[in-house]
């Protein structure tokens, strides 16, 4: 399974934008970029996928590099509902989502 | 957005007992559900894919005889914890993406097994 590098923690402020980073250097061709989140005590919860170009949605934009072996997850306004810990994967044809450590991000009001 | 129930939310059982845990997909059809395993302050671990009329894929490591996966019908998936041990307290989600689109995974809210 490719694997994906996340900083162990991130802070923001309240109504400013985040960037969350991801390094996936041995990413294939076919691998799909999927962002999740997860509230304390929830299960995840699905933010965003791309494959090669950048995607936007009503939670978040990914900005997925040119080479594909890097991508940030952009919240644009974080509200204290965003404090999570968010999750970087790389999904192939199986289908499995295989999850690292994340980045858990804490919003300072 | 699609819905995804567990059942029950949480449960305390006694060393050597069994406990049945449901995933229902409530609002669509599910042939394949997957179940984790989360330990405080980590992260999910894939246990097994979940077929429905079929069996179970286990990832490597997980005691299929131990963990037992039945896909009963598209809309319901149950875990099976045999003679439970206090090593096997954990959270235990399921996920189950909508029909033939894998890119959006819904999951449960997670079940908190407590084993005395």
């Known amino acids: 399974d490719a694997k994906t590098t996340q900083p162990n923690s991130m802070e923001s402020n309240e109504e400013e934008p985040v960037h969350l980073p991801c390094n996936h250097s041995?990413?294939?061709?076919?691998?799909?970029i999927h962002w999740y989140r997860q509230l304390p005590s929830q299960g995840p919860e699905y933010v965003i996928h791309?494959?090669?170009s950048n995607v936007n949605n009503r939670m978040a934009s990914l900005a997925i590099a040119e080479d594909r072996k890097s991508s940030t997850l952009i919240l644009h306004r974080a509200t204290l509902r965003d404090a999570a810990v968010y999750y970087c994967?790389?999904?192939?044809?199986?289908?499995?989502?295989?999850f690292g450590s994340g980045t858990r991000l804490l919003v300072r009001p | 957005g699609a819905v995804v129930s567990q059942h029950p939310s949480w449960v305390i059982c006694k060393s050597g007992t069994s406990v049945k845990i449901e995933c229902r997909s409530l609002?669509?059809?599910?042939?394949?559900m997957f179940w984790y395993r989360q330990f405080p302050k980590q992260s999910l671990m894939l246990m097994a894919t979940?077929?429905?009329?079929?069996?179970?894929?286990?990832e490597q490591g997980v005691e299929k005889d131990k963990f037992l996966i039945n896909h009963a019908s598209l809309t319901l998936s149950t875990l099976t914890v045999t003679s439970a041990h206090p090593e096997d307290s954990s959270f235990y989600i399921c996920?189950?993406?909508?029909?033939?689109?894998?890119?959006?995974?819904?999951f449960g809210p997670g079940t908190r097994l407590t084993v005395l």
């Open positions: 996920s189950a993406p909508p029909g033939l689109d894998y890119n959006e995974q819904f």
């Open positions: 041995t990413i294939s061709g076919t691998d799909y």
């Open positions: 791309g494959l090669t």
């Open positions: 994967i790389l999904r192939d044809s199986s289908y499995k989502l295989i």
């Open positions: 609002d669509f059809q599910a042939t394949t």
């Open positions: 979940s077929n429905e009329g079929s069996k179970a894929t286990y």
